[in-house]
């Protein structure tokens, strides 16, 4: 089957490639700036992979961000309602379950351009990526700590796999930043690349994959991400806890800091 991609708001989808068989994927910066996940958004992100999965003309996808950025992170806005609203809480908490297990169980490589800032859902996606391609100048930073609350939404199924324990502790803990060419040398990344050089790169990859083998590329794509699998309950148990904290204290100090641009006092 072909799927119809009018119905997405938030992400701007066209084909490229032989036959149209490469899906572009483009987040929208919708304040002109940076993407950010707001509630569309955020569903969205995690909604897509399904799409592409059941696709049968999509043979690979290409994932990147517009404006100044490949993604800005939570909107704040959605973020205070997770922290005033339990139903909101409980739907967004399923929105970042499937983003990582749709991924995860997605079908088709998916590729990853990431340049300027990257946080949030957006960095979810860029780090689960099949191939993922940094600018060297990208900004990578899992800002869940600042905030107040867990590293839950992808940290603990991936981080220490592709960077090791120490180092993933080290920047998940601490929210330190990791510019695209240090991601590449600890192993966060697949590729850096200068930004001039980053789309051309990301789309002569998905070229390539799109032109392989799909049995081969498809049956390999699976069977490594077994490793992701079976940091499932590592994962669902961190997802857990980020949410256990959207309902606590600290993260309505992470919410106003961020929001009056000051460091946070949490207690």
């Known amino acids: 089957m072909t799927t119809d991609y009018d119905a997405y708001r938030t992400l701007a989808i066209t084909r490229r490639g032989e036959g149209g068989a490469v899906l572009d994927i483009q987040m929208r910066a919708a304040n002109g700036k940076l993407p950010t996940a707001g509630h569309d958004g955020h569903r969205e992100l995690a909604e897509i992979w399904r799409d592409v999965a059941r696709d049968d003309s999509v043979r690979c996808a290409v994932l990147r961000g517009e404006g100044q950025g490949f993604s800005g992170g939570g909107d704040l806005g959605m973020v205070q309602d997770m922290t005033q609203d339990d139903a909101v809480r409980r739907r967004v908490w399923q929105e970042a379950r499937d983003l990582v297990y749709n991924i995860v169980n997605c079908d088709k490589p998916i590729v990853s351009a990431m340049h300027g800032p990257a946080v949030g859902a957006g960095l979810v996606a860029g780090l689960l990526a099949d191939v993922s391609i940094a600018a060297k100048t990208a900004r990578i930073v899992d800002g869940h ?4 609350v867990a590293a839950g939404d992808h940290a603990a199924i991936v981080w220490p796999l592709l960077c090791g324990m120490a180092k993933a502790k080290y920047h998940l803990l601490l929210c330190e930043p990791v510019s695209g060419e240090e991601a590449e040398r600890i192993g966060l990344v697949s590729l850096a690349v200068d930004e ?14 799109a032109t392989g083998s799909q049995d081969a590329i498809r049956f390999t794509k699976y069977a490594l991400n077994n490793w992701l699998r079976q ?18 204290p600290d993260v309505r100090e992470g919410v106003a800091s961020l929001r009056e641009k000051r460091a946070p006092r949490f207690g």
């Open 231 to 248: 940091a499932g309950p590592s994962f669902d148990t961190s997802l857990a806890l980020e949410f256990m904290g959207f309902a606590g």
């Open 145 to 148: 700590t600042r905030l107040g």
């Open 196 to 209: 001039a050089d980053l789309l051309p790169r990301a789309y002569a990859v998905a070229d390539r994959l």
